[in-house]
């Protein structure tokens, strides 16, 4: 992300004053969180700083476009991912199983190029089929927390979500399984290695889930605002029947009922966008004060080398002075950019935190109430 780009692109949520900007404690405020003592994760967390900075530059410039490169992105490697821990469980799990291979088992027993197989089973036997329901079983348990917290960063109801998600589980589970009823045939007709026959079973439910998951996360994991603006459609509807029959004790429940869930939906959005702000404004004020302390570090290195090169007589004294200007200019242009970032998320990231606050304290008042409510 060029010093340009930040110049041109980047939004302040208040303006600040000149003197305040250049006051003696900003230098003060343009520090970086510490880093980890282990080298290995503190190359990593210095990578990861630098991408930020392009990235949230990116997100300024393309906020619906980066939307969606984030979800398909994030989508695709945590299905992959799992796809891979599937395929090593189904490879070596089996042979714990190994006493219960006793031939073909399954539902719906047939036979194809003189194999026995099931439509739902293992030609194997029962062992095999117990490792395959545990692989793709513990695949779900580490997908689902993954794109929901992180894909999709959802604050819906879990439990509702994760009896969707067991649901379409058990959908693709029984399709796959239907599949790999007849594919098991033909791999053990052909004498398959176990390495073919685990690769074969993990692509065929790696598939049917990447592509069924995708339209069930859709619904489990909607969009924050549509569904506020949903719940309050619905809201200003029941608030309109039971003002044209106040009372009818049906329309109160209604009205109730509807604007209970409009005030949950909206919480959901304000978690969201609140938790979503406070992220991308400290990732970009890291970012920056990182690249500004970099362009000071380029600096003291560029002084340093002209003034070598200068002794040598390898460069002229005007080519050493253009060179540390141009190093002088990043630095004031990298400090600005930094400056701005640091005063955008001080003053924003308390207010978003508050709405937090008030969120946790709404919910925490609700289930009091609800809590009393039944006791009485």
Request: with cysteine; proline share 3%; glycine share 4%.
């Amino acid at each position: 992300m060029s010093m340009d780009d930040i110049e041109k692109k980047q939004t302040l949520d208040a303006e600040e004053p000149a003197e305040a900007v250049n006051s003696d404690d900003m230098e003060a405020r343009l520090v970086l969180k510490p880093l980890s003592s282990n080298a290995f994760a503190a190359f990593w967390q210095k990578l990861y700083r630098s991408w930020m900075g392009v990235w949230e530059g990116f997100k300024m410039k393309h906020p619906t476009g980066a939307a969606w490169i984030y979800k398909i992105v994030f989508f695709l490697v945590f299905s992959i991912g799992v796809t891979i821990w599937q395929y090593l469980v189904i490879l070596f799990l089996p042979y714990a199983f190994t006493s219960l291979n006793n031939g073909s088992w399954g539902w719906a027993p047939f036979q194809i190029l003189g194999v026995d197989c099931a439509i739902f089973g293992d030609a194997d036997g029962l062992g095999s089929f117990i490792a395959y329901e545990i692989a793709v079983f513990t695949a779900q348990c580490i997908n689902f927390p993954l794109q929901r917290n992180i894909t999709y960063h959802s604050h819906g109801n879990p439990v509702f979500q994760a009896l969707w998600y067991f649901i379409a589980w058990v959908i693709i589970s029984v399709f796959t399984g239907v599949l790999w009823g007849f594919a098991n045939c033909v791999l053990t007709h052909w004498n398959a290695p176990a390495g073919v026959t685990s690769l074969v079973k993990t692509l065929i439910t790696g598939i049917i889930s990447l592509i069924v998951m995708f339209f069930v996360f859709i619904v489990i994991f909607p969009d924050a605002d549509k569904t506020a603006s949903k719940r309050k459609k619905a809201y200003e509807d029941a608030r309109a029947a039971l003002d044209a029959d106040p009372d009818n004790a049906a329309k109160k429940a209604a009205c109730a009922k509807a604007e209970l869930a409009y005030t949950k939906a909206q919480e959901i959005a304000d978690v969201y966008h609140a938790e979503m702000t406070i992220h991308e404004k400290e990732n970009l004020a890291q970012a920056l004060v990182a690249g500004y302390l970099k362009a000071q570090s380029d600096l003291e290195k560029a002084k340093a080398s002209t003034a070598e090169k200068v002794s040598q007589n390898s460069m002229t004294q005007e080519e050493a002075d253009a060179a540390v200007s141009s190093a002088q200019e990043m630095v004031v242009k990298s400090r600005e950019a930094a400056i701005q970032a640091v005063i955008s998320r001080d003053d924003t990231v308390p207010g978003q935190q508050e709405i937090l606050d008030r969120v946790k304290a709404q919910r925490a008042a609700r289930a009091e109430a609800e809590k009393a409510a039944k006791a009485a």
